[in-house]
């Protein structure tokens, strides 16, 4: 395989890797809001203990996510130092991280 075939196959890989990291975010911004609804109801502690469990491994599964796009992105650029897209999808995925600190 050549340079340029290696470039396309981590580019694709990368994109699909963004597009993992987008549902990931969206996924943990709907569980975030619903947990900030439940917390306004007492009684609901069951629910909350499942969502904040469902939370933490969204969030573990999202910083993965992200570790993986840097390591992508690290070898595009070593093969092709001006890589316009890899330098474009890092920086957006750079929006899509959710780190979060969780009291228990």
Do not use: G, H
Not at 17 to 23: A, C, E, G, H, Y
Not at 25 to 32: C, G, H, Y
Not at 67 to 77: F, G, N, P, S, Y
Not at 79 to 98: G, H
């Amino acid at each position: 395989m050549d340079v340029t075939e290696e470039v396309q196959k981590l580019e694709t890989y990368l994109e699909t890797l963004i597009t993992d990291l987008k549902q990931s975010a969206m996924n943990l911004d709907q569980i975030d809001q619903a947990i900030e609804e439940m917390e306004k109801d007492i009684t609901s502690t069951k629910e909350l203990a499942t969502l904040y469990a469902k939370e933490f491994t969204l969030a573990v599964d999202n910083s993965s996510i992200y570790d993986r796009i840097e390591k992508v992105t690290d070898k595009l650029l070593s093969l092709d130092p001006s890589n316009f897209k890899a330098r474009r999808l890092e920086k957006e995925s750079d929006k899509y991280l959710r780190v979060s600190i969780i009291d228990l």
